[in-house]
């Protein structure tokens, strides 16, 4: 029996590679200081796993910003836009051009666009998005995949497995850059650059390749099929005898498994963690000379492993396939974990002897092979840390859990429908056509964060401190006012983020030191993790809220994270059910709507950024999720009196597909990121007739550019080309944390302006 690691965190254990990199991008550090950095940490990362005992393991995992932009250099689908780049010469041009596609290039009188970035399937890692023309042609231009073989053979010897993703999910998760073709019929082009590259890598010595497969896992059509077929029987029939593993993750493979486990290749990978089921029919289809390498390790979560559920899946297929066919792994790449539970000092022991990061899970892989082949005091020390987290009472609260079984239809329902609960909203706040408001919050400047980082260093009191915020607030709401917008926000300066902030307040969540994932290129978050049952032990945003409020005869108003957002931003418990956990912070998200109630806040905004993002992979398993999400939504806003008006805002809102769940939610106005996309996005509300208000974002905050007046009026002119005037608010596409003062005041007296504009002429 085999074990094998699928790919692991290159940011280092202390961030290097992020720091190096902004050092080489800021020019304080040269280009072979940078490639150093890269090195130790790529050698230390196989050193890691071969210490672990790790039989077959991962090489090109490694990326200087993704490993699908990687993959594009390699594949030479380099967008004909950067040429100019390398044409400009220098001698690093060939790294100039990669960090040209990554990040956009502004020099020498050049100003050439980034590659468009998306979210890596349904994890919160960002990859580069391909590219493809009508003529797109393919070819090895780039070295590194080789190189890097070679630097992990020198240490790791016949261990060293190349990683790439497949020919086929390559294509499928890029994207057209030109109307007349389908990017998947360029695989026959494709697959004899992969013929080209696998050769090479056996010709070096590589006894196996993984080929990364995701969307194998995903829904396809008849022609997606084809090509999977297409590709690996080409492959099949041209490798020369390397042994390919081909790795899916985050879905089963459901009614793609007949195709997958026929594909002519030596192993499959399957991810066990998010879809054990699936087993079954894998090893009931599995022909008699594929391998199997089952992820039973969950790679994207921070929890120790529960080696007697691992052990019933590795004992099933041993039981069918033998050990000689059996592959012990992850459930998928660890760069979704981080890095080191050993750094984590600080933590409470207890807590810290139930979590597992990615050098720890090493660490499972190898001892649950021993514990397959008998190794009972492994299995028993296990058993041990799990019951303890099973029967402690720092994660099970019995009021909590009675207060979620307890939950009924009633609580997901305002007392009255919106018709009538907007009548009362008109009544009581007097709102122009047209109001006018923003989406929370404003610049965080860096005196801003500094306080924060004053005040946990001890050079701030805590009343230093509140009375600095305040100050940026009442600031905050002057201008605000002098502007002439009509609902006021309090600016959320007391918040380092969105999640954190109410997770630090919340019980059942803890933070971590060290605990980064990459995210994107040297952009790295902290998730935190929730591990016990959530409760809200005291108010945690009225205190800021009502000071903002008393500043002000205008409405001001209060600004929440919804549930889903909170679940989707943090690592989530693996002992119970998503829903659950997302309706115990539902009910403290409730709490808390209805204290800012109490304290006379009439508006109260819950953002629920995140629920587009946490929509799953495959169609089938949809509605189960959108059901619970909206009702944890519902719950959380239904609390209040119809007399209290509830904002939801959404980040990117592709809503084509799921319209009908958004219009569930029944929030009184909603708020969404539109203007990138010249109102396109507000079709579905008008297909479908969205009943509440609407406030379609009517410019980018995602730059410094200053939207003129004539601009954004136009933009709201197409909005009420679609949806009832009467229904539209006007705001900003979202928050304006990132923005800096000078261009936050430009851009948000324009858009006062030509709401103005859009009320003389209505
Ligand atoms: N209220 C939050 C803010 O303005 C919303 C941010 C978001 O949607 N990502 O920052
Ligand atoms: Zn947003």
Redesign the pocket.
């Known amino acids: 029996m085999l074990t094998q690691n699928l790919g692991y965190p290159r940011i280092g254990g202390h961030r290097e590679l992020k720091k190096a990199s902004e050092q080489y991008w800021a020019g304080k550090i040269d280009l072979n200081q940078l490639k150093e950095v890269a090195a130790r940490i790529r050698e230390d990362n196989w050193k890691t796993q071969l210490d672990a005992g790790i039989d077959l393991i991962p090489c090109n995992d490694f990326s200087f910003y993704d490993q699908t932009l990687d993959a594009s250099v390699l594949l030479g689908a380099i967008p004909g836009r950067y040429s100019p780049v390398l044409a400009a010469g220098g001698t690093d041009s060939e790294t100039d051009l990669y960090f040209a596609m990554a990040r956009g290039y502004q020099k020498n009188g050049l100003d050439i666009t980034a590659m468009e970035m998306t979210k890596w399937l349904d994890t919160n890692y960002h990859y580069i998005v391909p590219e493809f023309t009508a003529g797109q042609e393919f070819n090895i231009s780039n070295e590194n995949i080789f190189n890097e073989y070679k630097s992990a053979k020198s240490i790791l010897g016949k261990k060293a497995k190349p990683v790439l993703i497949g020919p086929v999910s390559y294509l499928l998760l890029g994207k057209e850059k030109e109307q007349g073709f389908e990017r998947i019929d360029l695989i026959k082009k494709l697959v004899p650059v992969y013929i080209e590259i696998i050769g090479r890598l056996k010709e070096l010595g590589a006894e196996w390749i993984q080929l990364d497969e995701p969307c194998l896992a995903l829904d396809l059509s008849k022609k997606e099929k084809e090509a999977f077929e297409l590709a690996y029987r080409a492959i099949a029939a041209n490798a020369g005898g390397i042994k390919v593993l081909v790795a899916t993750y985050f879905e089963a493979l459901l009614d793609n498994t007949q195709l997958a486990v026929n594909l002519p290749v030596a192993a499959l990978h399957i991810d066990l963690v998010r879809a054990p089921e699936q087993l079954d029919e894998v090893l009931a289809l599995i022909p008699p000379d594929l391998q199997l390498s089952i992820g039973v390790v969950d790679g994207r979560n921070v929890w120790k492993n529960d080696y007697e559920k691992a052990l019933g899946l590795i004992n099933q297929s041993i039981h069918k396939l033998g050990t000689d066919r059996v592959i012990i792994a992850p459930s998928c790449s660890l760069l979704h974990s981080p890095i080191d539970l050993e750094l984590e000092t600080a933590l409470d022991p207890e807590v810290r002897s139930w979590m597992a990061f990615a050098k720890q899970k090493l660490n499972e892989v190898a001892e649950l092979k021993q514990v397959a082949e008998g190794n009972d005091v492994l299995l028993q020390a296990n058993k041990k840390a799990i019951e303890s987290r099973h029967s402690s009472q720092r994660v099970h609260k019995q009021s909590v859990k009675g207060r979620v079984a307890a939950i009924t239809e009633a609580d997901g329902q305002r007392k009255s429908a919106f018709a009538v609960r907007q009548q009362l909203h008109r009544e009581r706040f007097e709102l122009p056509l047209f109001p006018t408001t923003?989406?929370?919050?404003f610049p965080q400047t860096d005196d801003i964060r500094e306080l924060r980082a004053k005040l946990k260093k001890g050079e701030l009191t805590v009343e230093q401190y509140d009375a600095a915020i305040e100050q940026a607030t009442v600031e905050a709401i002057r201008w605000q006012e002098d502007l002439g917008l009509d609902v006021l926000?309090h600016g959320?300066f007391e918040r380092n983020d969105?999640v954190e902030y109410f997770g630090e307040q919340l019980d059942g969540f803890l933070f971590t030191k060290n605990g980064w994932v990459q995210s994107y290129g040297s952009r790295c978050v902290k998730p935190p993790v929730i591990y016990g049952d959530i409760s809200r032990p005291k108010n945690m945003t009225v205190r800021w809220t009502r000071f903002a409020a008393s500043q002000t005869n205008k409405p001001m108003k209060g600004?929440l994270?919804g549930p889903v957002t909170i679940l989707q931003w943090s690592f989530v418990r693996d002992d119970q059910p998503r829903d659950i956990t997302a309706n115990q912070i539902a009910l403290a998200i409730r709490d808390e709507v209805v204290a800012l109630e109490r304290a006379g806040i009439g508006i109260i905004?819950i953002?629920e950024?995140a629920i587009r993002e946490g929509l799953p992979l495959r169609k089938a398993n949809r509605s189960f999720y959108l059901g619970w999400a909206v009702n944890a939504f519902r719950i959380t806003a239904s609390g209040v009196e119809d007399r209290t008006q509830i904002h939801t805002?959404?980040?990117y809102s592709e809503f084509n597909d799921i319209i009908e769940h958004i219009a569930a939610m029944d929030a009184d106005v909603i708020t969404i990121e539109t203007s990138r996309s010249q109102m396109e996005l507000l079709q579905a509300f008008a297909h479908f007739e969205y009943p509440n208000e609407i406030g379609p974002g009517v410019y980018d905050i995602h730059s410094p550019r200053v939207p003129g007046i004539d601009e954004m009026a136009s933009l709201l002119a197409k909005a009420a080309d679609l949806l009832p005037a009467q229904h539209l608010w006007v705001n900003p596409d979202?928050?304006?944390?990132t923005r800096k003062w000078p261009e936050t005041k430009a851009a948000l007296e324009n858009m006062v302006a030509a709401a103005r504009q859009a009320r003389t002429k209505t």
């Open positions: 923003t989406i929370g919050s926000v959320e969105m600004m994270t905004q953002d950024a805002h959404m980040c979202c928050g304006l944390k």
